[in-house]
């Protein structure tokens, strides 16, 4: 969500958020500067003993939550990117990528996740369109289309932009799988030409909260909501226009599409079809929920407004144009894209400016594209145009509703224009160092961790109720939602379940942090916070060279499998290396393989039978690659 500080929408949201209409749901408190410790992390209150699987020094007691101040230094002088990667991109990739089987909807086909499990069997659109799958948004269980699409189509340029890095840590089958299941909802929710289901969901009803005084396991979602309200779908239609809507979802299926073209063609073709036609009905009949009457949509742009809509019809027409090649959606993505100046500043689920600008230039190479996006860089880099101005220890703070997507979403855009560019032009080395400062922040510079089951002092308590009630762990199951709700946001309890991978919120502008579920601003986690995130950390590891990484597994993660209500557990193929701790997989392994031309390592991964990882003079393979050079690090690929 972005919400401006002080605007009368952030005032509305203050005096309206409310728990089973009748307890006032906590605002986040007035942060003041404090002197940054000198020591490690700190907080006002004693540490009890921790609990596994954390670690730290702040535990807090069950009376006070403090507000904490990381322990890493404020940045003075000019920052200098690591030569080397410091942080395991790999680990933090994969966890990532498993924080979306926590917001899975539905009935997947397997589960990770010992705590989740099917929900929302119900779902079903007034057409018969089954709804039940695709993503929950954030905490709640609502489907708002433009987060939602926006998610979708970050993921799937996540894949396009950084495809060897992801195979070469064994990630990108999983990456595409989870823009699958995306798609898959998107293609259900579009049941004829010109109708699509833009939210589903009922957050609230006036001053009472529905889906949002909601505080159980999604899995039981049905059984215990406030006033048995179920999920709502809410139409775009031709009487109800809402282009930004149906041109984000146009253009997640584009972009996906383009994924699938080789190894299943036929979805492509589906998701194309069903692109085009999106794309058409949001161009025919332009409009914006924002000017919508339905109830859901009223709540809808009070949480995700839409500044304007042709940014999201350029957006769309440019995927179409890489997804099918034929240039009347290039000649009209820039139409759009001229037309759509108050985008320009901003990537995000609401402003595509950012990513229109590099993917133009990608596609068209033209000076036009490539001056834009040095324009909206150029206010988040430090110098004579920053705009966007940096925490005492580094981070770039655009907002302060979800700091780090924003930090995220730019250090995603920055080095895939980096890798444009060419990683050693002057201005790329810019572009790479303050990406590097961005996603190292996030992941223990400052002092702290901000992805939950990584690094050092990562967030103890996520706003996630899934992992807090799951249905094989609900303390208060059957108690009314109100009081459910007070534990949830009041007590200082820890998640029951770790939410791996899950990037919060993030720190105020002073670089603290209240680590608790009451002031949600900071601990908020979303489907579309880890988004760009992921693509930054692929992009990470392209980077540094895919040589300096190995595959991550779920080996040694707590998923929740111990626990004495979990059933059901999955069965792993004896050659998954994914899933398992096992290390002699059989079938392919991508190698990375290197050589050194006039001092520069270059190579790309390439792959060969498993188990002959070992110095290599030449490795042929289907598909004519031929690479000379050393073999330097192995990770599974299934082919």
């Not at 609990?51 to 006070?64: E, H, L, M, Q």
């Amino acid at each position: 969500m972005k919400i401006t500080a002080g605007s009368s929408l952030a005032l509305a949201i203050t005096a309206a958020i409310m728990l089973s209409g009748t307890h006032a749901q906590s605002t986040v408190a007035t942060l003041t500067p404090k002197a940054p410790p000198t020591g490690p992390e700190t907080s006002t209150s004693a540490a009890p003993t921790s609990t596994t699987p954390y670690t730290g020094p702040y535990y807090v007691t069950n009376t006070t939550d403090p507000k904490i101040t990381p322990s890493g230094l404020p940045v003075t002088g000019t920052y200098v990117a690591p030569t080397l990667p410091k942080y395991d991109y790999a680990e933090v990739l994969h966890k990532s990528l498993l924080f979306y089987h926590a917001q899975r909807s539905g009935k997947p086909p397997y589960r990770r996740l010992a705590w989740r499990g099917d929900s929302c069997l119900t779902c079903k659109g007034q057409y018969g369109e089954d709804l039940s799958g695709g993503y929950y948004e954030a905490a709640n269980t609502m489907k708002w289309g433009l987060p939602l699409g926006f998610t979708i189509t970050q993921l799937a340029f996540n894949a396009y932009a950084f495809p060897d890095a992801m195979k070469a840590v064994n990630e990108y089958n999983e990456a595409i799988e989870a823009v699958r299941y995306g798609t898959d909802y998107l293609i259900n929710a579009h049941p004829s030409d010109n109708v699509l289901v833009g939210q589903l969901g009922v957050s609230a009803i006036n001053t009472t909260d529905i889906d949002f005084g909601y505080f159980g396991p999604a899995e039981e979602y049905e059984k215990w909501v406030p006033q048995g309200i179920m999920h709502t779908p809410y139409y775009v239609t031709v009487q109800d226009p809402a282009s930004d809507i149906a041109g984000e979802t146009a253009a997640a299926m584009a972009a996906a599409s383009v994924l699938f073209a080789k190894s299943d063609p036929a979805y492509a073709a589906t998701l194309v079809a069903h692109s085009r036609k999106l794309y058409t009905f949001a161009t025919t009949y332009q409009g914006s929920f924002m000017q919508s009457n339905q109830s859901g949509f009223l709540l809808q742009k009070m949480w995700y407004p839409s500044v304007e809509f042709t940014d999201e019809l350029a957006w769309a027409a440019t995927w179409l144009y890489v997804a099918t090649n034929e240039l009347q959606y290039l000649t009209e993505a820039t139409n759009w894209y001229a037309n759509a100046t108050n985008s320009w500043e901003e990537y995000s689920w609401d402003s595509k400016g950012g990513g229109l600008h590099v993917l133009l230039y990608h596609l068209t190479k033209q000076d036009q594209f490539r001056t834009n996006a040095k324009s909206y860089f150029d206010q988040w880099l430090p110098g004579p145009s920053q705009k966007i101005k940096q925490t005492p220890r580094g981070l770039g703070f655009g907002f302060s509703w979800g700091s780090l997507r924003y930090a995220a979403n730019v250090a995603f855009l920055m080095l895939w224009h980096a890798k444009d560019l060419g990683y050693n032009d002057p201005y790329s080395k810019q572009l790479t160092t303050f990406a590097i400062q961005q996603i190292n922040y996030m992941l223990g510079d400052c002092g702290r961790s901000w992805v939950v089951g990584f690094g050092v002092n990562s967030p103890l308590r996520p706003y996630h109720k899934s992992s807090y009630n799951s249905y094989i762990d609900y303390p208060l199951r059957g108690q009314d939602q109100s009081i459910v709700g007070d534990d949830f946001l009041n007590s200082l309890t820890l998640q029951r379940f770790v939410l791996y991978g899950a990037l919060v919120g993030g720190p105020a502008a002073d670089d603290s942090y209240y680590d608790d579920r009451k002031n949600y601003e900071f601990t908020e986690v979303t489907q579309d916070y880890n988004a760009g995130f992921t693509g930054a950390l692929a992009g990470l590891i392209d980077f540094y060279g895919t040589q300096n990484f190995r595959s991550f597994s779920d080996c040694g993660l707590d998923l929740g499998w111990s626990h004495p209500n979990a059933s059901n557990p999955p069965t792993w193929p004896a050659n998954d290396c994914y899933h398992t701790c096992n290390k002699n997989c059989t079938g392919y392994e991508v190698v990375a393989v290197t050589t050194t031309i006039n001092g520069v390592i270059t190579g790309r991964p390439t792959v060969q039978p498993a188990g002959t990882l070992s110095g290599v003079s030449a490795v042929a393979r289907a598909g004519g690659w031929a690479v000379v050079g050393v073999a330097v690090g192995t990770v599974s690929l299934w082919l």
